[in-house]
């Protein structure tokens, strides 16, 4: 920037130090900061454009001189106020009254503690986008064209062609497309349906979905994967067991149990005394996705699963309702 080049930087040296001394409260001080050495000011500018030594060290130097002028400047304010807080009789000793310190959503908990199982089983974290085309929420997916899961009375649509995701799916969609298997991917974040809110039913909800491709996978791949990870999240001494069920995108497909960690399989309330708990969905990838994203289903396989990170919650701490984590009631939120 060749204006840059035209500052005198003694004169803007000299105008910096003079607004800074006279600041007299910390937003002045502030304005002063953000005007000479933010990032938008000439000086950072003309920083970022530096090329020779000699005009870095310059520039450098200014830097230096304004900011202990800052650092200097914010010490004094702070003893001016101390001396007219005394001086009008108030006791700076007292000590102040405790501001009691947040701490992450039990959900946004349990989603890292997911994503940190995964993590260990050496998959990849994919923070996907929360609007996708219609074509990857449905049609790569290869769902029914009059399934009443597309209308609007179930999906939010944008546009024509973009829907706030109705499942993590599109990620593994996208994933799929952009790379090359091996895929070791797991998916959380919102997805969005058109529900009203009740106990176990919210528009808003939070999904985990794993998929693996790679050569030579079979389903014990997958029984032995969702196994490690529900241990892994409810203990050494649970079991997996999976019944036959139907998705469009995988064939074949799975829902799986996992053994109630609650009573220990004796049979109590939240399992319906029957020892399990139902956990989600998972299956084989269609060929016909793999051929949809341009993989090759003869040379790789793949299998899927997910599950609500809602549920789960819901399950470890013997919540009935599922609005309880979306109404930002401290009372509840504080507890976990
Ligand atoms: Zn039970």
């Known amino acids: 920037m060749d204006s840059l080049a035209a500052v005198d930087w003694t004169a803007y040296q000299d105008e910096a130090l003079a607004a800074i001394g006279s600041a007299l409260s910390e937003a002045e001080l502030d304005d002063a900061r953000v005007k000479y050495l933010g990032r938008k000011s000439a ?5 970022r454009g530096v090329r020779d030594r000699e005009s870095g060290m310059l520039l450098n130097g200014v ?3 304004l900011e202990e002028a800052v650092a200097a400047r914010e010490a004094e304010l702070a003893r001016l106020a101390y001396e007219l807080a ?12 405790p501001v009691t310190r947040g701490h992450l959503h039990l959900l946004t908990q349990i989603r890292r503690e997911i994503e940190d199982i995964f993590l260990g089983m050496g998959y990849e974290v994919w923070d996907g986008n929360e609007v996708a085309t219609v074509w990857e929420n449905f049609d790569a997916l290869t769902s029914d064209p009059g399934h009443p899961s597309r209308s609007q009375f179930d999906t939010f649509y944008i546009d024509q062609n973009t829907v706030l995701r109705t499942h993590t799916s599109p990620d593994q969609i996208r994933a799929m497309q952009t790379r090359k298997p091996p895929i070791y991917m ?3 974040g919102r997805c969005y349906r058109r529900d009203t809110p009740d106990a176990t039913h919210s528009p808003i909800f939070l999904q985990v979905e794993c998929l693996a491709v790679d050569r030579g996978i079979t389903l014990a791949d997958l ?3 969702v196994l490690k990870f529900f241990r892994a999240l409810f203990g050494e001494e649970r079991e997996v067991r999976m019944r036959t069920s139907f998705f469009p995108f995988t064939e074949p497909s799975v829902e799986f149990d996992v053994t109630c960690f609650i009573c220990g399989g004796e049979g109590c309330a939240t399992c319906k005394h029957s020892g399990w708990i139902e956990m989600g969905g998972a299956g084989w990838v269609d060929p016909d996705v793999f051929r949809n994203v341009g993989i090759d289903p003869d040379e790789y396989q793949g299998f899927a699963f997910g599950f609500g990170i809602e549920r789960i919650a819901m ?3 013997g919540l009935p309702d599922l609005r309880a984590f979306w109404e930002n009631d401290l009372r509840v939120l504080g507890q976990f």
Do not use: F, N, Y
């Open 186 to 188: 797991v998916s959380p």
């Open 223 to 225: 029984q032995g994967t």
């Open 43 to 47: 000086l950072a500018q003309a920083l």
């Open 315 to 317: 399950l470890r701490h």
């Open 86 to 97: 005394a001086e009008a009789g108030v006791d700076v000793t007292i000590p102040g009254t």
């Open 63 to 65: 830097r230096s001189k």
